[in-house]
């Protein structure tokens, strides 16, 4: 479907639909939120034809956006989200999360999964769970992000920061090589990402403190200095 675009997607949705699948924030198109408007199109739509709204939450949860899901900050409730990666503290883990609805529908044999239920891994993720799901440690989430973000516009070349939290799309100006620049940074000691020819992706580790929030944006800005002469 087009991005964004929720005229399009309500009519894209119909009796023959059996769910819509989204990720809240595209992460690796280069860190682009959806719109209230797209998000809330989706759940009128499915809503109207009895689909489910699936939200993949696989970059954007375990409290990379400074809650523990991204669809807690936005108007609509999924009826399914996707789970991964973080989820397991580094053990290969994947969960679906349902609502009471949405878990009845599958029965003992329905699915299955070579590796599904590992108790290491469960124990890990539930491990996980304790420590990110907490307020203290979202609201730094937030509060990096936003020091992060700000620090970011204040430099010459960069256009635009997208995103929540700690998950950024930082837009560079026409003309500046975002792959260049990251090889650069890397040599610097810095580990961004390159999603597209003009982004840089950055997800800093949450507990990425405020100091090395400011050695980050020096070296993106240093960095950068080549491309203003």
Known sequence: MPFDDGAALREAVGESTAAVLIEPIQGEAG?????????????????????????????????????LWAYE???????????????????????????????????????????????????????????VDDPALLRGVRELGAQLRESLLALAGVEAVRGRGLMLGVALAAGIDAAALGAELLEAGLIVNVPEPG???????????????????????AALLSYAQ
């Open 73 to 131: 900050q936005t108007p609509v409730r999924p009826d399914v989200l996707t789970s991964a990666k973080a989820l397991g503290g580094g053990m290969p883990i994947g969960a679906c999360v349902t609502t009471p609805a949405a878990g009845e529908v599958l029965e003992p044999g329905d699915h299955g999964s070579t590796f599904a239920a590992g108790p290491l891994a469960c124990v890990a993720a539930l491990a996980v769970l304790d420590i």
């Open 31 to 67: 860190v682009y939120p959806l719109g209230e408007g797209a998000l809330l199109a989706a759940r009128h739509a499915c809503d109207e034809v009895g689909a489910l709204l699936i939200f993949d939450e696989i970059q954007t949860g375990m409290g990379r956006t400074g809650s």
């Open 199 to 221: 982004t840089l992706r950055l997800l800093p580790p949450l507990t990425v403190d405020p100091a090395q929030i400011e050695r980050a944006v020096a070296a993106i800005g």
